[in-house]
């Protein structure tokens, strides 16, 4: 087997994307053998006593770094953030009520069609008329809706909520792409859910941290799988969990709280974001393809002025082993994703690669 | 990392459960490096070439391996088959129409309630009068409903179908604990769908495998998340797919396959269960808790005539390395769960236990 230290790749992916080091190592192991249990952790019980205790230490943790309420209720499910935009409505918008949406990229655009799905949805506020670059601001949300949503993060454009908006009702927040990345004062919010394959773990769980007293309050007879308070009752164990993402999910909050917390995250990320965004801003055949205050601090997305130089840049930052910087088809150019776990001197590789490609052809 | 062969454990938990020494071995590695890229396979995107080969091949060998009709479609979800038992209804029943289930035990029984909240549900057969010992046989399917559900193995009460009921309707099963036991007739089936955390890998996905001519024909309207049809033309891949249980399941496909099939698989597990079973017959102070014809290959269920005996029996199977045996709590006594990955030395260590029990204690 390979050890950390063999790897060459500056991994940029969008998501699933990258994990610490030190968590995928102690991932594999148990996979073998679980804390010395003689069982992989993917072949054990999810009613087992070790399972249980990954499962409240790992609900524990969402709370601890986050500084939830102590109310609040953590959940773990499979299904994706997907699921979550259909549960949304299911669980917070009173039959016959209605709900309000920001609208600014796709997964804000799958949420507003599947509240649509559920019932009446006004959209208020939208980016979609300069293609999602920027994030709306001073928008009115009517008093008599049952929550208001919004995608606190844009991974395709590019885009992140510097300050939340202000609501009159109960706020709901996918959070999938920035949770973890900077603090947030949970109390604001009824519900932030997200998937975890950015900053939490891999692929295979959502987590919803949420205020209980907000659920069971529609009206509406719900299937117990679509039903966040049944979930939250049952303590996320309602029927088997993802088990293996809910551990790895486990591992990396723990990474998280030894390299001293969402504060210090933010202070790593916030450090890479410059050192991309300021390259971007600096070398003339670069520019950014978001209004600069809206410029997300996880996925910069930028393009290059002639791209007829693409295959020349692309055959550049390759070689130097840097991976996943591909835009979104609907953005084009680039998005180099710069989650929790992505280490600074990836960034300055792929600094030095655009620096030394605009001195060659500048 | 401690290797395989260091481990001593005999692993009877009924799911998730014992996985394949090597697929562990190799999954463990891939955890670490997938196969030389210098990306672990939980950090790579799901629209990778690397992963959507193994999307590919996943749905390939649920099909190989079944010998399933080629124009059957295999989506795997996540969510567990209990969201499986929502999804049923909702692509199957037609607006106003109805279905018809049999109720053989706990995992039936939430499928019913499912199908109840979502339109006229007929419990054709139950053998809920007899704490679901047995498989209901000889029973009507009304010609008129839209499908027949039922749960091929019941892994809580220890029954299974040995032969598959006949319906004048389309035909759905729950085969979470015993797909890939035994040869199918896979188009006799409008759809099975199974948990994969017993044979076919670990918790966090659910396999479909479905006949795309029956979907879409409910006139409801759906969730994309909840629509099988949406899935099936999205090859798997409308939103992230739960990547590492989609991994592990191709490996441990791949290994049925090398070890000779399901053929094969069925051979062993009537060795395994002979074996037990036999020692429940032969052993006075053991007896099995359901209908002979309808013992269950994957899940033998057994009680001590004694109660009184059990702690020193508990005591006894613990100190032989055997995990994961107690019954539970709706049936008490034993289950042994033997599914496909579990060898017969493990059963052979569990028999010889009881035998030295009875022999002392007889």
Known sequence: MST?????????????????????????????DYEGTGLSIIEMSHRSKPFEAVMVRAQS??????????????????????????????????????????N????????????????????????????????????????DADYFHFTSNNTIFGTQYKQFPKSPVPVVCDMSSDIFSRPVNVADFALIYGGAQKNMGPAGATVYLMDPERLGRTGRKLSPMLDLKNHADKES??????????????????????????AEMEKRNAAKAKLLYDAVDRLPMFRGTTAVEDRSVMNP??????????????????????????????VGGYRASMYNALPIESVQVLVDVMEEFAKKNG
Chains 1, 2 share one sequence.
């Not at 309420?69 to 549960?87: E, I, K, Q, T």
């Not at 293996?244 to 030894?258: I, N, P």
């Open 237 to 262: 164990m309602y029927n088997t969990p993802p088990v293996f993402a809910v551990y790895v999910s486990m591992l990396t909050m723990e990474w998280m709280k030894r390299m001293g917390g969402v």
């Open 104 to 143: 600014t990229g796709e997964w804000a655009s799958r949420a507003v069609k599947e509240s649509k799905l559920v019932g009446e949805t006004i959209v208020v506020a939208s980016s979609e008329d300069k293609n999602f670059s920027y994030i709306p601001k001073g928008f009115a949300i009517p008093s």
């Open 4 to 32: 950390a230290t063999n790897l060459k790749i500056h991994n940029f992916s969008a998501g699933p994307c990258i994990l610490p080091q030190e968590v995928l190592q102690k991932a594999a192991e148990s996979v073998i």
């Open 61 to 102: 943790l969402v709370k601890e770094l986050l500084g939830a309420p102590d109310h609040y209720g953590v959940v773990f499910l499979g299904g994706g953030a997907s699921l979550g935009f259909h549960m949304v409505p299911l669980n917070y918008m009173r039959t016959g009520g209605k709900a309000a949406y920001a």
């Open 301 to 330: 997305t930028f393009v290059m002025n002639d791209a007829a130089m693409e295959p020349a840049f692309d055959a550049l930052w390759k070689e130097a082993g840097i991976s996943g910087i591909r835009g979104h088809r609907s």
